[in-house]
């Protein structure tokens, strides 16, 4: 961090060199002075790779409750640049629009990736409703069994800028989830995987390589096999204990592994040890890492959020997820060790996340709630066509409503008719104690693109953040802290999407070997990351690229953001 004036500089440089020159006399004669103030990007030269990693669903709460307990992967992250108060800093807090941001530098405003699935009321197929990476002009994709592309994203990720620079770059992503896999490594790609029915699949116009076949034959065998409980950590604590929700109880839970269940591993913790061996194939036979020309691999580790919607955040579930997840990482990182490449890692996250709220209710939280049955999109377009007498010929009067935070009105409503209906909404919203705001597109466009401290940022600039006029609802309906969508079910108790810090909050952490770390309390957001990154390769992009600002990520005089 450049924490000095320049007038300041030559005398601390002058404190640094005397503080360290008797052990570096004696121990080491032939070692480098400190880095200089007028260093480039690192003293070290440019990595070879960058490891872009994505924990899915990794808040920064979680990230606090367990980092003292971490000591595998994540303990070389400990000690490198520490950025508790990363934002994910828009309203629309899910998978989709947070990967995007993560490696393009921009909101999901610019990204175009508002949801992880929007309505198209006028599309001519049976499925209203638009998957955030679906090519829904192939007749055979719908959003369930969707042809996977890039096509909506609308900003280029670091790796196609890097492409873009040097075609000899290599930009290749995995995940247990497509959308995850597609939004960090965007449009110019190498290599792309993601969970299918099976194991690893890729884009329908590309085959799968013999690392995938390598890789899915482990998994078939360890998923025939079967397998007991996971261990549960001795630090995990009292975290250990039934809570019941309705019929059924969450934190007991070991995730046992009945044989043949590829469902059950898939959507369990064992899956991030699969995306790590994946990584570490992928590293070999695309042979990224090796040459002079950096490299972009992006690992996005899906288990965190599966555990999380699962199970919650705050039960022996998560704790056990914890301690495979940093297994997970020591995996990947033991192994770019072994074959010596120089990288350079940031780990980040799409959203935040919150605990079942049966749960919280038992631990001083008496706020926290379900979603108001009132405000699913059929209870309220009933109402409204009571109240205005408006009805339409085929389907309903509008999409989305209080799980999806957006309302998509029907393209047979004539504009005076939608006037109408969107009034009466609007109104009706407004008399329901959960609903903290409601916003329509007109008042939403006039709002500037926000700027400043991510955390002090008013609820219309989260909403505008992540807002895209034509693909975002015409409403905006945002609930109060602590509502949490969806019905409780057996796996299926808590979720994120919401405009509070609790989903927003993400750490982001840099480490590269050699680097002095530090501890940075200050907000900062995930746009940032890419303009980071792009600096220590040297990469340069007109003023406007990026939405975000290139951090200073070396904790001495010199300026990793200064070339
Ligand atoms: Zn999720």
Not at 297 to 317: I, M, N, P, R
Request: hydrophobic share 40%; with cysteine; proline share 7%.
């Amino acid at each position: 961090m450049r924490l000095l004036s320049s007038s300041l500089a030559p005398l601390a440089l002058i404190a640094a060199l005397a503080v360290s020159a008797p052990a570096t006399a004696q121990e080491a004669p032939a070692a480098p002075a400190p880095a200089a103030a007028t260093s480039a990007v690192s003293p070290q030269g440019q990595p070879k790779l960058i490891v872009a990693v994505s924990v899915d669903q990794f808040s920064a709460d979680l990230f606090a409750q367990y980092r003292e307990h971490f000591t595998k992967g994540f303990t070389r992250l400990l000690q490198g640049a520490v950025f508790a108060s990363g934002f994910q800093s828009h309203a629309a807090t899910e998978t989709c629009p947070g990967h995007s941001t993560l490696l393009t530098g921009v909101h999901p405003s610019r990204t175009g990736i508002t949801a992880n699935s929007w309505f198209m009321p006028g599309i001519g197929r049976a499925e209203k409703e638009v998957y955030c990476v679906e090519d829904e002009t192939n007749p055979k994709s719908t959003p369930d069994k969707p042809v996977v592309s890039a096509a909506h994203l609308k900003a280029p990720t670091l790796g196609d800028l890097m492409k873009k620079r040097n075609p000899k770059t290599i930009n290749a992503a995995v995940s247990a989830k497509d959308r995850a896999a597609v939004m960090m490594s965007g449009h110019d790609t190498d290599a792309v995987y993601w969970i299918g029915p099976k194991g690893f699949t890729t884009f329908e116009n590309r085959k799968i390589t013999k690392a995938v076949e390598a890789e899915n034959a482990v998994m078939a065998r360890r998923v025939a096999a079967g397998d007991g409980a996971l261990p549960v950590p001795g630090w995990c604590g009292n975290v250990d204990r039934a809570t019941p929700i309705k019929d059924f109880t969450i934190g007991t839970y070991r995730f046992p592994l009945a044989a043949g269940d590829f469902n059950a591993y898939s959507n369990g913790p064992r899956i991030d040890t699969a995306t790590a061996e994946m990584a570490v194939r992928m590293v070999d036979e695309l042979g990224m890492g090796k040459d002079a020309v950096p490299d972009v691999l992006s690992v996005s580790f899906s288990a965190t959020d599966k555990v999380g919607h699962a199970f919650g955040t705050e039960g022996v579930e998560m704790c056990i997820q914890m301690n495979v997840l940093d297994e997970a990482l020591a995996t990947l990182f033991d192994a770019l060790d072994a074959r010596g490449i120089d990288y350079e890692v940031v780990l980040s996250a799409d959203h935040g996340g919150f605990d079942a709220p049966e749960r919280q209710k038992l631990r001083g939280n008496p706020d926290a709630a379900r979603i108001d049955p009132a405000l699913s999109a059929k209870e309220l377009a009933a109402a409204v066509s009571q109240e205005t007498g408006i009805t339409v010929k085929n389907g309903p009067l509008f999409y989305g409503a209080g799980e999806a935070g957006s309302v998509w009105f029907s393209a047979e409503l004539t504009p005076d008719q939608k006037q109408k209906v969107m009034a009466a909404l609007v109104a009706r919203l407004k008399t329901n104690p959960q609903i903290a705001a409601v916003y329509t597109q007109d008042q939403i466009m006039q709002w500037p693109e926000p700027k400043g401290n991510p955390q002090d940022w008013t609820m219309e600039q989260k909403v505008r953040a992540s807002f895209v006029p034509g693909r975002s609802g015409e409403v905006q309906m945002l609930t109060v802290r602590g509502v949490v969508p969806g019905k409780p079910a057996p796996f299926k108790v808590a979720s994120h999407g919401s405009p509070w810090d609790y989903d927003r909050r993400v750490p982001m952490l840099f480490w590269r070997k050699g680097m002095v770390g530090f501890e940075q309390p200050t907000p900062v957001e995930t746009v940032d990351i890419a303009p980071t990154l792009a600096a220590t390769v040297g990469l340069t992009a007109p003023a406007g690229t990026w939405d975000g600002r290139c951090l200073d990520i070396d904790a001495g005089e010199a300026d990793s953001c200064r070339r």
